[in-house]
């Protein structure tokens, strides 16, 4: 018998009950009886097959889940393959190098993304916005991108590949089992992005 | 569950709503902004010394103020919106969001804030109100409101005029939790009634309810559906320990507000820290014991049990 998908959600801190409702109705929508759970202490992460970091403070949920297991636990199981999305503080937390502005605070990061990211890149809050872009790779004209404080990917590895830009800016990215946005698809009316990992989840099991 | 997907604010300015590709200020990005806030602290500072403090020991915002609520009760007086020089300095020298105070009803105080740069304007009963029959329309902003309730009629009025969050009033500057305890409890305690006629689907009881809480029918409807309120709730005033900070959790809460319990104790730094590990793992003692022995209780403010000369929590209506 197959392996169940088992997603779960980093959750030290930010949008985690997002997360868990649109993996529940990507479960729904493709008929899955999969599970969904909180990651919050390092023994926890054995029994995922996928993972999902939040938006949030990408400060705080990096020095929140910094302890000796933890970090070193997730960034050995994404190294070994398990399908990973981060959106917003997720793919700051993901990246391997990030721009600070204004602030010079040395965050801890996860580094398993080859990606230059600019943190609050568009503005603060006042600019914060709602705009449409297609994604090729999901066959999509048009997705509702909602952009919080949101990051910039300033750069990428030769390994990664573009998901969606936004005019010139590139605000989404795939890399091998990693995915990671600048924007929230858990606060957009489509749960494309989890279905999505639900999928490169499927495929490891 | 909070469904934000597709409630547009209606009352965009024009050449906004006119730009079909692009918008700024919906409820998406107001309400989307506090889910960002959700299971961390947010702290009171009065300088960029503090703040910085703040951001290291991982709070997930800070709040500017030019006197701590402690401060505002010796010194007297009328309390009014922080200096723009301090507002600026802050925000120019932290990656986190920053929030300010304005007075009860001051559109002025608000929109100078908003201009300032502030990614979030607290409407505060810590500040003398400027106006005793009506607070801030806040639909009419682009920045995010966040107000305080000391009870479900006040947080459902204060969400009807457009506040993307709310937070607890309890009794700040006290250093004493059991205000805090007392709204939410009484806030719990009404959601689970409304929830209770949801479910029995009494539209009857339900419109009752919305004229005795002086609300519209629909948000109630709307918060039985949810069984909880429709935006997020943080506590506020009177925590003190990280012992505070998971009781607030446990009873409830999406997060903390901490002022003047941390800088008026004698280990700000250590108690920093402390005040978000209990706020994260408040469901596991083991950390909430760790994070109470970073402290020490003979560092903790003194606080005030009651004869209090000011209950900032009878501000506003």
């Known amino acids: ?205 | 569950m909070i469904s934000l997907v597709g409630k547009q604010n209606s009352l965009l300015p024009q050449q906004i709503s006119n730009n079909l590709d692009s918008h700024t200020g919906t409820i998406l990005l107001k309400r989307g902004f506090a889910h960002m806030l959700k299971h961390g602290v947010i702290m009171d500072v009065t300088n960029v010394n503090q703040a910085q403090i703040a951001e290291e020991a991982g709070a997930v915002a800070v709040m500017v103020l030019d006197k701590l609520p402690v401060e505002v009760r010796q010194s007297g007086g009328v309390a009014r919106t922080a200096g723009m020089k301090i507002i600026k300095d802050v925000v120019n020298n932290i990656s986190i969001p920053v929030m300010a105070k304005c007075r009860i009803g001051h559109i002025s105080e608000a929109l100078i804030l908003e201009n300032s740069g502030v990614d979030m304007i607290d409407e505060s009963e810590v500040l003398t109100p400027a106006d005793e029959s009506s607070h801030i329309w806040k639909w009419d902003f682009t920045t995010p409101f966040v107000d305080g309730a000391k009870n479900l009629g006040q947080a459902l009025r204060r969400i009807e005029e457009g506040a993307s969050m709310m937070r607890t009033k309890g009794e700040p500057g006290t250093g004493n939790i059991v205000e805090a305890v007392r709204h939410i409890r009484s806030m719990n305690q009404d959601i689970a009634k409304i929830s209770y006629f949801y479910n029995l689907q009494d539209k009857q009881e339900l419109f009752r309810i919305s004229k005795e809480l002086n609300t519209s029918y629909e948000l109630v409807v709307e918060t039985g559906r949810l069984g909880r309120l429709p935006v997020v709730n943080f506590a506020a005033g009177g925590i003190t320990t990280p012992a505070d900070a998971a009781l607030m959790m446990k009873l409830g809460c999406d997060g903390v507000f901490v002022g003047s319990g941390i800088y008026k104790s004698l280990d700000p730094l250590e108690r920093a820290s402390a005040i978000v590990l209990a706020t994260t793992f408040h469901d596991k003692v083991e950390v909430i014991a760790e994070a109470q022995e970073m402290i020490d209780e003979k560092k903790s403010m003194t606080g005030i049990g009651d004869d209090l000369d000011l209950n900032m929590q009878d501000r506003g209506i």
């Open chain 1, 1 to 205: 018998m197959m392996k169940k998908v088992n997603i779960g959600i980093l959750g030290v801190q930010g949008d985690i009950e997002e997360h868990i409702v649109s993996v529940e109705s990507a479960f729904r929508e493709t008929a899955m009886d999969g599970i969904v759970s909180i990651v919050k202490y390092p023994e926890q992460i054995d029994s995922i097959n996928g993972l999902i970091i939040p938006g949030g403070e990408s400060t705080s949920i990096g020095k929140l889940s910094n302890t000796p297991n933890f970090h070193n636990n997730i960034k050995k199981k994404i190294t070994q393959g398990m399908p990973v999305l981060g959106t917003c503080a997720g793919l700051i937390f993901l990246s391997n190098q990030i721009v600070q502005s204004p602030s010079n605070i040395s965050q801890k990061l996860l580094g398993a993304l080859e990606i230059e990211t600019e943190r609050n890149a568009f503005g603060r809050q006042h600019d914060s916005f709602q705009s449409e872009f297609p994604i090729p790779k999901f066959g999509l004209d048009k997705f509702m991108g909602v952009f919080i404080r949101a990051p910039r990917i300033r750069s990428i590895g030769s390994n990664v590949e573009i998901l969606a830009k936004l005019n010139d800016t590139i605000i989404a990215v795939k890399q091998g089992n990693i995915i990671a946005t600048c924007f929230h698809p858990e606060l957009s009316n489509t749960v494309i992005f989890h279905k999505y990992l639900i999928e490169l989840v499927r495929e490891t099991l």
